[in-house]
Every structure is written in C-alpha cells, then in structure tokens.
C-alpha cells in the first residue's frame, strides 16, 4: 500500500511556473515507478509525465516536453513536477500516481496507486 499526497497547486498567469510535490508513504518508494497526470475539465485522464523507478528514465507528453521537468528523490520519498511557461491548456487537477510494473508507464491502467489530486489553474 502506497499512500501519495500531492501539494503545490494553485492559480498562477499564463507564462508563470509553479513546482507541484508527491508525498509518498511506505519504505518502497523506489520499487515504484511514478506518473503525474492531467484531468481537465470535461476530459479524460492522461499522463503527463512519468519516471522509472530508479529515474534513469522519463517520458513527457508532447505539449509539455520542453516546459515540464519530473524528478524523484528516492531518499525522501518524493516525486515532484517543475512547470514552466504555463499555459491555459494545462489547466485541470493534477495526480501523482504510483505504478508497481516495471519501467515508464503512460496511461491509467498501468498505475496502482493514485493521491487525491491539486488544482492548477493558469489564468491568461
């Protein structure tokens, strides 16, 4: 059992940054790989960026790649997501989820875990 608490969400301007944190609860944080994902209004669920276990490996949505960075500290048991140059676009709820299969999982079924989720919303 894995237990994920997101925090760092919050309104910020088209253009602005924000960096959303994942708690992660247990001693196996690293036996884990980790997603972050996107649900806006009247839209399906999708990743936005994932991380292997050991964070050798990422993987980004294209309308991120260049503006998001995902990383872990497996010491601390954290997964965190720095985003910049945001957009209305990546409006929506953001949720960290944990996945037990091994290497970079992108879509739902592949996660077990999933935290409760953080509002951004990018004003423009």
């Known amino acids: 059992q894995v237990l994920l608490v997101e925090s760092g969400g919050g309104l910020v301007q088209a253009g602005g940054s924000l960096r959303l944190s994942c708690a992660a609860s247990?001693?196996?944080?690293?036996?884990?790989?980790m997603g972050w994902f996107r649900q806006a209004p009247g839209k399906e669920r999708s990743v936005v960026a994932a991380?292997?276990?050991?964070?050798?490996?990422?993987y980004y949505a294209d309308s991120v790649k260049g503006r998001f960075t995902i990383s872990r500290d497996n010491a601390k048991n954290t997964v965190d997501l720095q985003m910049n140059s945001l957009k209305s676009d990546d409006t929506g709820v953001y949720y960290c989820?944990?996945?037990?299969?091994?290497?970079?999982?992108?879509?739902?079924?592949?996660?077990?875990?999933w935290g409760q989720g953080t509002q951004v919303t990018v004003s423009s």
């Open positions: 989820a944990a996945s037990s299969t091994v290497g970079v999982r992108t879509t739902k079924a592949g996660y077990d875990y």
């Open positions: 247990g001693r196996t944080f690293s036996s884990y790989g």
């Open positions: 991380i292997s276990r050991s964070g050798s490996t990422t």
